[in-house]
Structures are given as C-alpha cells and as structure tokens.
C-alpha cells in the first residue's frame, strides 16, 4: 500500500460522510432550526467547515498539484472548478430563495 493512500481514503470517506450529513439537514425543515442555540450551534460547525476547507486550500496552493492542469495558480484552477461543480451540482438553484431584504426605513 503506496504511503498516504489510506489517509486519502478516509479523508474521502470523511467528506461523503459530511455531504451526508449535509443533504439530511437540507431535507429538515428550517423551523426545527429556528432557536437561537441551535442557530448558533449551525454557524458555529458551518466556521469550523470553513476553517478545514481553509487550510486544505493553502496545503493544495503550497503543493502546486493545479500546475499539470496548466493553471496559472491555485486560485485559477479553484475558480475553475469550482464554478464547474457548482454549475453541475444537484443542488444548483434548489436552495430557493434568500432571505427576505427587510423593508427600507
């Protein structure tokens, strides 16, 4: 076994289980989130998220693995296939909505 392939794995099993975790909060309805506690308890795991996604994004940048696709940096190809993932999601356009603007003074 090559070094490092059973990290990759769990790592990939690690963000299945995150998107899983994901799409059954997406089929809750938003009311059962409506407290404050639980509010704050989503924007909190929601940083966390960001804070690994963070520093995923810097190791990528740092290892250069964007050049052999020809990108001009790691911001370039994140852009790229980035806007790729999103435009071909399932989830593309279904959140509905955001929130309402509140009304001008």
Not at 20 to 45: K, M, R, W, Y
Request: aromatic residues 6%; contains cysteine; negative net charge.
């Amino acid at each position: 076994m090559p070094f490092g392939s059973g990290l990759q794995m769990s790592v990939g099993t690690t963000v299945v289980e995150i998107a899983s975790a994901i799409d059954n909060l997406t089929e809750v309805d938003p009311g059962v989130f409506a407290d404050g506690e639980a509010l704050v308890d989503l924007h909190c795991q929601l940083e966390r998220l960001l804070a690994v996604t963070t520093r995923a994004t810097a190791a990528f940048d740092a290892s250069g693995a964007w050049k052999p696709d020809g990108a001009h940096s790691a911001a370039a190809w994140a852009g790229d296939a980035l806007s790729h993932a999103y435009a071909h999601s399932p989830a593309a356009g279904a959140s509905g909505p955001g929130p309402a603007a509140p009304a001008g003074d």
